[in-house]
Nanobody
Framework: QVQLVESGGGSVQAGGSLKLSCAVS?????MAWFRQAPGKEREGVAA????????VYADSVKGRFTISLDNAENAVYLQMNSLRQEDTAIYYC??????????????????WGQGTQVTVSS
C-alpha cells in the first residue's frame, strides 16, 4: 500500500515558479505528476523511475518543469518554472509498484494523491 500527500500548490503570475512536493509512504517503482484542468482529461506531466532514475516529460512542459526524487526523504518533487496560464490545473502525484508500459498514462498508476491546485494568472 502506498500513500501520497501533495503540497505546494498555489497562485502565481505567468512567468513565475512553484515547487510541488509529494510525500510517499511505502515503496513505489515509479512516480509521476499528472494534472487535470476543468473539462479536460487528466494529463501526464512528468514521471521518474526509482531504480534507473530515468525521467520522462510531456512535450508541453519540457524545459520548464523538473521532476526529482529524494530517496532519503521518500518524496518526489515538481519544480515548475516559466509558468503559463495553460498550466492552471489540479496537480496529482501518482505512484505504482511496477514498471508498467506508459509512464504518462493514468491507467499505469494505482495510487494517487488528493491533488493540489495550481493557478497561473496573467
Amino acid at each position: 500500500q502506498v500513500q501520497l500527500v501533495e503540497s505546494g500548490g498555489g497562485s502565481v503570475q505567468a512567468g513565475g515558479s512553484l515547487k510541488l512536493s509529494c510525500a510517499v509512504s511505502g515503496y513505489a517503482y515509479k512516480m509521476a505528476w499528472f494534472r487535470q484542468a476543468p473539462g479536460k482529461e487528466r494529463e501526464g506531466v512528468a514521471a521518474v523511475y526509482r531504480r534507473s532514475g530515468s525521467i520522462v516529460y510531456a512535450d508541453s512542459v519540457k524545459g520548464r518543469f523538473t521532476i526529482s526524487l529524494d530517496n532519503a526523504e521518500n518524496a518526489v518533487y515538481l519544480q515548475m518554472n516559466s509558468l503559463r496560464q495553460e498550466d492552471t490545473a489540479i496537480y496529482y502525484c501518482a505512484a505504482h509498484e511496477g514498471r508498467g508500459a506508459y509512464p504518462l498514462r493514468a491507467v499505469d498508476y494505482r495510487y494517487w494523491g488528493q491533488g493540489t491546485q495550481v493557478t497561473v494568472s496573467s
